[in-house]
T-cell receptor
Framework: SQQGEEDPQALSIQEGENATMNCSYKTSINNLQWYRQNSGRGLVHLIL?????REKHSGRLRVTLDTSKKSSSLLITASRAADTASYFC??????????????FGRGTQLTVWP | DSGVTQTPKHLITATGQRVTLRCSPRSGDLSVYWYQQSLDQGLQFLIQ???????AKGNILERFSAQQFPDLHSELNLSSLELGDSALYFCASSAGTSLYQETQYFGPGTRLLVL
């Protein structure tokens, strides 16, 4: 299966600390995306990193991609209580008839305590 | 707000029934995707439409069907409902103009409960 796997499953930190979540996947990709989901709500796109990129920043978010290890990490710096949510990585298919679909992992549940 | 709208927000129905979920993509987006999110299966891709035509199919049951209309809105039809169909159903849209995967923008979802 192409499906990504996030690690850890759950992460609990204090406000102001950094949160790091990891994602591993199995087959070649064109790009990898990170999404956030507040409890029972829709997914919010955070960042997309292409297979030829190694690092990308967006505000307090930093994403890295290591295609040789088929892994990515999402770092949230100076976390806030409002960052409490589930975070998912999503990968695409390199080619073929499944080009349009995203493969999601199970997510990391991040809890940030005030 | 992603610009993707879904109706209804909640749906409670009985086993054996049929329901229709509706999605309006972001203005200008040609691709629509449907996903199912359940506790045991996680987020699963169901089906994708591009400009009215089916483009990719995932783990969609034969009891489920979808279509995209000329105005680009999409409907997901779920029939002969079972308890296990209870889940959050998301619609997402993307521009659909890139050969490679693009950012998908998700709607708020429809929570389906089958009793």
């Amino acid at each position: 299966s192409q499906q990504g796997e996030e690690d850890p499953q759950a992460l609990s930190i204090q406000e102001g600390e950094n949160a790091t979540m990891n994602c591993s996947y199995k087959t070649s990709i064109n790009n990898l995306q990170w999404y956030r989901q507040n409890s029972g709500r829709g997914l919010v796109h955070l960042i997309l990193i292409r297979s030829n990129e190694r690092e990308k920043h967006s505000g307090r978010l930093r994403v890295t991609l290591d295609t040789s290890k088929k892994s990515s990490s999402l770092l949230i710096t100076a976390s806030r209580a409002a960052d409490t949510a589930s975070y998912f990585c999503a990968t695409d298919a390199r080619r073929g008839s499944t080009l349009g679909r995203l493969y999601f992992g199970r997510g990391t549940q991040l809890t940030v305590w005030p | 707000d992603s610009g993707v709208t879904q109706t209804p927000k909640h749906l409670i129905t009985a086993t054996g029934q049929r329901v229709t979920l509706r999605c309006s993509p972001r203005s200008g987006d040609l691709s629509v995707y449907w996903y199912q999110q359940s506790l045991d299966q996680g987020l699963q891709f169901l089906i994708q439409y591009y400009n009215g035509e089916e483009r990719a199919k995932g783990n969609i049951l034969e009891r489920f069907s979808a279509q995209q209309f000329p105005d680009l809105h999409s409907e997901l039809n779920l029939s002969s409902l079972e308890l296990g169909d209870s889940a959050l159903y998301f619609c997402a849209s993307s521009a659909g103009t890139s050969l490679y995967q693009e950012t998908q923008y998700f709607g708020p979802g429809t929570r389906l409960l089958v009793l």
